[in-house]
């Protein structure tokens, strides 16, 4: 077995709350991300998941608990925590009438990189991420996977250790998104933390090491893709009837899922396969399972046990 100290998580949360004019965001949040790992925050619209990379990336304060950034306490020592960490937003913040170089040089003074560093480091980065041929191009004409690359690159300025991604992909086609995929990996293969929020299921899944999902303001489940398609039953059975209306029932193995099949009658159609990251997100944050102790003993629930029966049946 490995055991792995304290010291190689690079985010402790504990208790953290953030309110907004007395609405609370983020309630009681304790998080903990590995060094090197790929974290994906899911969660539906207004569940937090801004909020806390906000409040994590020191982009905006909290109200209690506390968060420690790769062993550096984000009040006490902000700055040394800051130069952990780069932010792209969920909105993109670059100025679109400059050049993409110029954008790249404003953010290296931002990151106050000393003026003989800063063109080697962008045009290292710039090569590193495939950006060299778009140097003068205006940001503003760049396609939105270009534009995503550039403000990765702004926020990779300073060398962190720790990248957080709000949402990287949203508005990307199939090829910029697996592009941007493909980015991460190596990003992440070369040892850096990426800790991302994102809508697309197959995202998470198909990227992330490990996955939280949150839920207004409060993460309800944590765990590997496996994990958490584990806690509902590993295998699904898929079907609808005249009415076209899709029922999902989930089994802890396949057999009785396939046993389950068979009693459905031939007005059915039916498909038994495994239960994947989206089954798991729909039932959890549609059951906001976490608050009646979904958390503790999913997987040893009576077989079928966590499935809705719908329709009649
Ligand atoms: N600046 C703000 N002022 C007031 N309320 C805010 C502010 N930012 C966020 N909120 C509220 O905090 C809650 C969490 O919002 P947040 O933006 O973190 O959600 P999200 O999970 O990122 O949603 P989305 O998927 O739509 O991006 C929401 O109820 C939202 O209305
Ligand atoms: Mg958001």
Partial sequence: MIIISDTEDIIKVDGLVKRYDGKTAIDHIDMRVKKGEMYAFLGPNGAGKTTTVRVLSTLTGFDEGSVVINGYDILKNPREAKASIGVTQQHISLDKDLTVWENMMMHAMY?????????????DLCNYIGLGEYYNYKVDSLSGGWKKRVSIVCALVHKPQLLFLDEPTVGLDIQARRGLWDLLRKLNGDGMTIFLTTHYIEEAESLCDRVGIINHGKV???GTPAE?????????????GSDHKTIYRYFQSREEAHAFAQTLGDEYTVTVRNTNLEDSFVEITGNNMGDNGFLGGGADKPAGGMGKKKGGM
């Avoid at 990151?111 to 045009?123: L, M, S, T, V």
């Avoid at 958490?228 to 609808?240: D, M, N, Q, S, W």
């Fill in 111 to 123: 990151q106050q990189i000393p003026k003989a560093q800063r063109e080697k480091r962008i045009d």
């Fill in 220 to 222: 309800i489940v944590e």
């Fill in 228 to 240: 958490l398609a584990r806690k509902i039953g590993t295998a699904t059975v898929e079907y609808y």
